[in-house]
Every structure is written in C-alpha cells, then in structure tokens.
C-alpha cells in the first residue's frame, strides 16, 4: 500500500463548508438534496479522506448521486467547483458566449450550462462602460417605465429563428415551466359515486339479495376518467431546425412532469426517414436528452419527406400509440419534397387514428399566409386545428385551447375557405 503524505490543513478547515455549498449548487442544478445527505457526504470524507481526488470523487457521488440522468449534472458541477482552477472563467463563458476563452477551446457539454448557473446563482459582472464616472450618492435617477415592455413579455412574442443565444437560452427556461393541460376522457367503465347520476342495478340487486329482497338504499356510479395520450411527430428538417429544437425542449418537460395530464408522452422526429426518441425524452436531463435524440436523428437538418415518413408511422407505430383516444401533435411547415401521392393518404389515415390531430406550422406568423403550397393543401383538409408555432405565446395559446379555454381550431376554417376558392 502507497503511503501518502499528511495534508498541511489550516486550524479552522472549512472542508465541511465546502462540500454544504457543492450540495447546494448541485440542489439548485436539479439534484434531490437535503440535509441529511450533506451531513452523511461530510462524514464520509472524514471516514475514507481525501488524498487522491479520484476517491474524493466517488465518496461525494455515492452520497449525492441517485439516479443515472444525474451522473452528468454531478460530473460538470464538480469539475466546476473542485477541480477546474478556472472555473470561474469557464462559467463566465458558458453563461456568456461572448466571453473569449475556455468557450473557444472546447464546446458545452450536458448539464454544463445548467452547472454554471447553479454555481453562479444568477450572479453576472458588473461591467462598466468606458469612460463611465460613479454618480454622487444625493444623484436620483427617475426612469419612467410606463410605456416599456419586460425582457419576459417581449421574449414571448419574438420569433424563436430571430431569436440570439441569450434570448434563446431564456426561452427554454420560460418553456421548461409551461405545461399543456387536457380534460380527461370519459370512459364506458363506471365507478361507485354518492352523487352518481345513474343507479347501478347490478349492485342493488346484489344489496337486495342480501336482505330478502328488500331494497333499502339505490347505489349510484359515474363514468371513470382517464387521461389521453400524447404523441408529437416533429419535423427536423432545414427549414424547421430552430423551431424543433426549441419545441422539443417544451415537449421534454410535459413529457416528466407527472400529473400534467397526460397518461404517456411519445415523441417522433422526421426528416427523410421516421425515428422514435420516446426513450430519450425520458431522461431527466433536458440537454442529455435532446442530445441523444439528436444523436439518433441522423437526418436533422436535412431534407423534408413528409409522406413517407407518416406512411412509416402509420404502418409501424400507429396501433401502439394511437389507442384510447390520443392526440396527435404534428409539427412541421409543411413544405414536402416527397413523391406525389404518397402524403394524402398518409395524413388521412393519421386523422382518421387519433381524435385530435393539431398541426402547429411556423409559417402561419406572416399575416399574409396563404395554403399555395402543394403539401400545406394536401394536409389542411385532414387535420382538427392549424395553428402557429413560432413563438412561446402562441405554445401558451395552444396550451389554453386543449384546457377547454380557448378555440382549438386556429385559423384551420379561414384557411380552408381560401383553399375552396
């Protein structure tokens, strides 16, 4: 066994209050901590110590770490915190690509960006502009800001494809907390109810068989509610690249948020050919999960074969996912280079299979669109809503027209009226 040499340690090591903020940090990044685990981190160090990083290393994952999704907001955290002698400039760069630096040398990995704003808890430099003198401390500034708009508000309404890497990375922030509510479905199964509005005879019967025939009370039941699936096909291709990326980090949180109302989430992309990242959608890390997604995708950014790709679904996935009244997120612009005749049957029988078919199609942000396009023509007469995607308002206005709140058609009949003509 190596014996090591004993580590030079102050009077007052503040080892303990080390690893208390690295558990904060990591709390804030996503992970599950409470105290108990940073009081059982704490002792462990003392039990195993800390002279090689690499068992420093485990001991805190042991504790902290305990789920798979979480390895990689751990590793970047304390690689950010314990290990990088320039972390400080390294978060700078993430958070800021402007910065020059470490972000020329190599590119974020997963979790790293969401690494650094743990770490710097929203703290940014104050960097003042050059030739730029401190006002007196009697100075009083009056700012009137009853005509202005919030960062928030105006970031609601810009064009996810005008969109800068800050505003962009503020957006997934803003859709990370949206959620997409639906009613429940009524089913033909019933349950026990005191306010039912049907009696149910077949358990009064049973109470009267048990007292001699004599039927005391008449028992009621309602119908059992269930939640519908959701199924997104999103179109990857060049002209949607922006606008998928951005959707699908929506549809990553309704996909893990529990309770949001929806029984199971399924997710598809399509370029040229048809690909399922159901199973990646389901990592908890939003970045880890998007990345191997994308990983799978070989065709992001590509070509556009609509037709082909929804007569792939139709043949391969639509009996398992389409049952039980699922609803069916088409997202794509509509623009197909596939062969003719291939895509109306396609989207027909798709309609036909689900009970909502939504199509939310970037395009529909100019004023004067019109369906001139061989495959948006094609399409508009077997789809239920047509609505607009480009923007995080109009992903809320859909969000209020499944809740019941609002007209989920869209702009579908002002459009098939210009179609007819």
Request: hydrophobic share 45%.
């Amino acid at each position: 066994m190596p014996e090591y040499a004993p580590l030079d340690l102050p009077d007052d090591p503040k080892l303990a209050g080390n690893i208390t903020h690295f558990a904060r940090a990591l709390r804030k990044a996503g992970l599950a901590i409470g105290p108990g685990r940073v009081i059982d981190a704490i002792e462990a160090v003392s039990a195993a110590g800390f002279t090689e990083k690499r068992d420093f290393y485990w001991t805190l994952h042991a504790c902290f770490v305990s789920r798979p999704e979480q390895r990689a907001t751990f590793a970047q955290v304390f690689r950010l915190y314990w290990r990088d002698p320039r972390y400080l400039e390294h978060m700078m760069s993430v958070m800021l690509p402007s910065i020059r630096g470490v972000q020329e040398e190599r590119t974020a990995k997963a979790a790293e960006k969401r690494a650094a704003e743990a770490l710097l808890d929203g703290a940014m430099p104050d960097l003042p502009e050059a030739g730029s003198a401190e006002p007196d401390e009697d100075t009083r500034i009056d700012i009137d800001a009853s005509r202005t708009m919030s960062a928030e508000e105006k970031l609601r309404t810009l064009d996810f494809e005008q969109m800068s890497t800050a505003e962009v990375a503020a957006a997934k922030r803003m859709l990370a907390r949206l959620t997409l509510p639906v009613p429940p479905l009524k089913t033909r199964r019933t349950a026990p109810s005191a306010n039912g509005a049907r009696i149910d005879r077949a358990a009064t019967l049973r109470a009267a068989m048990r007292r001699g025939g004599e039927i005391g009370t008449l028992p009621r039941v309602q119908p059992r509610t269930r939640w519908p699936n959701l199924v997104v096909l999103c179109d990857i291709s060049g002209s949607m690249s922006q606008y998928s990326r951005l959707i699908l980090h929506f549809v990553h949180s309704v996909a893990n948020r529990k309770g949001a109302g929806w029984a199971r989430v399924h997710a598809f992309t399509f370029g040229t050919r048809l690909t399922n990242i159901t199973r990646h959608l389901a990592t908890r890390d939003v970045d880890a999960a998007l990345a191997a997604a994308g990983a799978e995708a070989q065709d992001w950014e590509g070509g556009t074969r609509i037709g082909t790709s929804l007569d792939r679904f139709n043949r391969d996935w639509s009996r398992r996912v389409l049952g039980q009244g699922a609803v069916v997120l088409l997202i794509t612009d509509g623009l197909d280079r596939d062969e003719a005749g291939l895509l109306g049957p396609a989207i027909e029988r798709l309609h036909l299979s689900c009970r909502h078919l939504i199509w939310l199609n970037p395009l529909l942000r100019w004023e004067g669109f019109a369906p001139r396009a061989t495959g948006i023509a094609t399409m508009l007469p077997h789809v239920d809503a047509f609505r607009a995607g480009h923007s995080i308002a109009s992903i809320e206005a859909l969000a209020a027209a499944l809740s019941g709140s609002g007209d989920l058609s869209g702009d579908l009949r002002r459009l098939r009226t210009l179609l007819e003509k």
